[in-house]
């Protein structure tokens, strides 16, 4: 699923940057409800995530132009966008509890050292960018994601942090520390394929269109979608409804002028 994902974000992303809007209608298609699923698993909310994926929708269209400059794939701009766009509006996950102690040495042996519901805590904390009470304890999550080598602990943690969304010692403008970081956005986008997509109610979608002006009121009541393809409102169909109407009552009126001439 997520290589389909993929493909699409790839394909449909530098047409929505040329303003397709049915190349946008594919995208929500394909990848609304994991977007959703996305927010929701950061804001735990799902009036907040519904709002918060059509937020992001709008930010695909209208900065899809951006995704190749980004130097990410099509499916890490996504996510990039979506976690930034859910994390807004998000809350720590954690609540305080008893503090544990960091023990000395490698950091996934401390990460080892934790209860298992601490540590998976932690591991999910820091995929999602959410604050933890413990900031060692919380490189120790990044860093047993990836496990890099020690002596590049350091870097690899501040460069996490940027992917993450997290509070960071200071910025780093050096190309080598910016190839980490994307390094570290393509790999959430790999942990977040594995989300579980969440329907998106319908609503979104109008509310969406409404937005960007993508839809505007018919004078039959329906919703006109501008852009390529054929309006929802069909007009072509609707002309054969009023022929064979037509055609009903023709026959009708025949049959009552006539019948009485023919009838015993």
């Keep these: 699923m997520q290589e389909n994902r993929r493909a699409a974000a790839e394909h449909l992303i530098p047409q929505i940057a040329d303003g397709d809007r049915g190349a946008f209608d594919s995208l929500y298609r394909l ?16 009036q907040q995530a519904e709002v918060a994926v059509q937020a992001v929708f709008q930010r695909i269209w209208t900065d899809a132009g951006q995704q190749k400059a980004s130097g990410l794939s099509a499916l890490a ?13 998000a809350a720590p996950v954690l609540s305080p ?38 900031d060692a304890l919380l490189d120790a999550a990044i860093l047993a994601i990836a496990a890099p080598p020690e002596d590049q602990a350091a870097d690899e943690v501040a460069a996490a942090r940027v992917a993450l969304n997290l509070p960071a010692t200071a910025a780093q403008p050096d190309p080598a520390f910016a190839a980490r970081v994307r390094g570290w956005q393509e790999r959430i986008a790999v942990i977040a394929g594995d989300v579980t997509p969440v329907l998106v109610p319908a609503r979104a ?23 390529r393809g054929r309006p929802s409102g069909d007009r072509e169909g609707g002309g054969w409804f009023w022929i064979i109407l037509l055609a ?15 009838a015993p």
């Design 97 to 134: 509890g008893e503090s544990v102690p960091v023990r000395p040495g490698p950091l996934r042996e401390t990460l080892a050292a934790l209860p298992v519901p601490a540590a998976a805590a932690l591991i999910t904390a820091a995929q999602k960018g959410m604050a933890a009470d413990d």
């Design 31 to 46: 990848t609304a409800d994991w977007l959703h699923a996305l927010c929701l698993s950061v804001l735990n909310d799902r």
């Design 248 to 262: 009903v009552l023709l026959i009708g009126g025949a049959v009552i002028v006539f019948w009485p001439r023919i």
């Design 205 to 227: 979608k109008l509310n969406l269109d409404r937005a960007l002006g993508h839809a505007q009121p018919s004078d039959m009541g329906d919703i006109v979608i501008k852009g």
């Design 77 to 89: 701009w996504l996510v990039v966008v979506t976690r930034a766009q859910a994390m807004t509006g």
